[in-house]
């Protein structure tokens, strides 16, 4: 079976704080994704990467950054986190099977 | 652009009744189209896909869905729920050739006993 491990599945920063969510793939899929999910917002696509060191932004790039030095690891990183990026936050990876993807168990982050 | 509609925000079903949670997409060709299933404080697991064939497509846990490319939809059934099957439950779509997956909003089910 695929594993997507996501480092923490809680967090908690604080304001301004430079904060690292990894995730692990351990397919050899060449796509991963992270997302953010709200409640009645879905989950929103905030990166994409289809290679190493390659990435495009997604629907909610804003203040955050991503970096994949080694394929089977995708770094979500906020710069400078703020209050308002308090939530729970998806990694996702696939193979390109036009979008089947599959994803890890989350980490829930709170910004105070 | 592709976009999906769950219309549905809470639904509330009895234990053994049916099910269907609806979905509605717009792609203008025909779309990979799938069912996601996260329970409370968990990732999303996989119930069933489309790509191409038969429009009546099984999944996992006794779920089934049916797209209907005249309605534009793809709606999750199950004859007879167990007090497991609550979750939330997200429909999205996606494209040969493109990886990204848009997602609805999400349908939350709850399970009277």
């Known amino acids: 079976d695929v594993k997507v491990t996501q480092s923490s599945r809680y967090l908690v920063k604080r304001t301004g704080e430079k904060v690292f969510l990894e995730c692990v793939q351990d397919?050899?899929?060449?796509?991963m994704f992270w997302y953010r999910q709200d409640p009645g917002l879905g989950l929103r696509l905030i990166y994409f990467?289809?290679?190493?060191?390659?990435?495009e932004k997604g629907d909610i790039p804003e203040g955050y950054s991503v970096s994949r030095e080694k394929k089977e690891r995708f770094s979500l990183i906020l710069e400078s986190a703020s209050t308002n990026q308090t939530s729970m936050y998806l990694c996702?990876?696939?193979?390109?099977?036009?979008?089947?993807?599959?994803f890890g168990q989350g980490t829930r982050l709170t910004v105070v | 652009a592709q976009s999906v509609t769950q219309p549905d925000i809470h639904i509330t079903v009895s234990e053994g009744a049916s099910l269907e949670l609806r979905c509605n997409y717009s792609?203008?060709?025909?779309?990979?189209l799938f069912w996601y299933v996260q329970s409370p404080g968990q990732g999303l697991q996989l119930l069933l896909k489309?790509?191409?064939?038969?429009?009546l497509v099984q999944g996992i846990k006794g779920f089934e869905a049916e797209f209907k490319r005249s309605q534009s939809s793809f709606n999750l059934r199950k004859p007879s729920v167990h007090w497991s099957d609550a979750a939330e439950y997200f429909c999205a779509v996606g494209a040969p050739g493109n990886e990204k997956l848009t997602f609805g909003t999400g349908t939350r089910l709850s399970i009277i006993p």
């Open positions: 996702a990876s696939s193979s390109g099977q036009g979008g089947w993807a599959f």
């Open positions: 792609y203008g060709a025909t779309p990979y």
């Open positions: 489309y790509f191409s064939g038969d429009t």
């Open positions: 397919m050899d899929h060449e796509n």
């Open positions: 990467s289809y290679d190493v060191k390659m990435k």
